[in-house]
């Protein structure tokens, strides 16, 4: 059974969930795929606790706020445990800025953790050549805590978008998706689509789970799959989640 972390957002985490369920279309109920979401929205902000809000600090600021640090971890052990406790085999977070937290988590928790950055840059491997230009569409956080970089840096360039864009654009889309506003989202999320393409980036990553929704929300499951810009982060995220389950 497949334990899935969710409710940052809460949005992200049933995207996450109807992708598993269409990449395993059954013919009755019971075959389709065993998971339990545990959608623990009370977990607070991560990129605040990251301390991102100005992406012109230098990275060693972010880990100075210990006590922030150790609330994150806290929830999101308290999460993991559930999930353990429900006799789940594995675990996966369809959140990329809770990844800050993964070696710790993974510590801490018997269950083999699926790490989501990894598993996209893997992906990446197969579908576009070494030293490309890749954008990063994330949080804040995502961004200031070099969660993407620690895997690309060494076989792409990550290019993210101008502070101004990051702000108007892409924080702004974020939120609206939040709050249910995926049409306006949809709109706001272009124009750091369009910085990033004018960068000549040839992969785009959704770094943030909220922005498949903004992108892909009007458009049909096989344009999200055959999409030759952007890279879906929880759509990879669900297939190597299936691959493991279907090893067991």
């Not at 009370?42 to 012109?56: E, F, M, T, V």
């Not at 004018?198 to 770094?207: F, Q």
């Amino acid at each position: 059974m497949i334990g899935i972390l969710g409710g940052m957002g809460t949005q992200a985490g049933l995207d996450f969930c109807n992708k598993i369920a269409i990449l395993n279309r059954g013919k009755t109920d019971q075959k389709y795929p065993l998971f339990v979401l545990y959608n623990k929205s009370n977990i607070p902000s991560r990129p605040q606790a990251i301390g991102a809000q100005d992406l012109k600090l230098p990275i060693k600021k972010i880990k100075k706020n210990k006590k922030n640090y150790s609330l994150i971890l806290k929830s999101l052990l308290r999460g993991c445990q559930l999930l353990e406790k429900s006799k789940c085999k594995f675990i996966v977070i369809p959140c990329n800025t809770a990844h800050y937290w993964y070696d710790d988590l993974e510590k801490k928790i018997n269950l083999p953790i699926i790490n989501m950055p990894k598993e996209v840059f893997k992906h990446t491997l197969k579908k576009c050549k070494k030293k490309s230009s890749i954008g990063l569409l994330a949080t804040e956080g995502t961004i200031k805590a070099k969660l993407y970089n620690k895997f690309f840096d060494k076989n792409y360039n990550l290019v993210y978008p101008d502070n101004i864009t990051q702000k108007k654009s892409v924080n702004k889309a974020i939120q609206l998706v939040k709050m249910g506003k995926v049409k306006s989202a949809n709109k706001v999320i272009n124009k750091a689509i369009n910085y990033l393409i004018k960068k000549r980036c040839k992969k785009i990553i959704l770094g943030c789970t909220e922005l498949p929704i903004a992108i892909f929300a009007f458009k049909s499951f096989k344009t999200i799959k055959s999409s030759k810009i952007f890279l879906d982060p929880n759509l990879i995220l669900a297939n190597a989640a299936m691959n493991k389950y279907k090893k067991r």
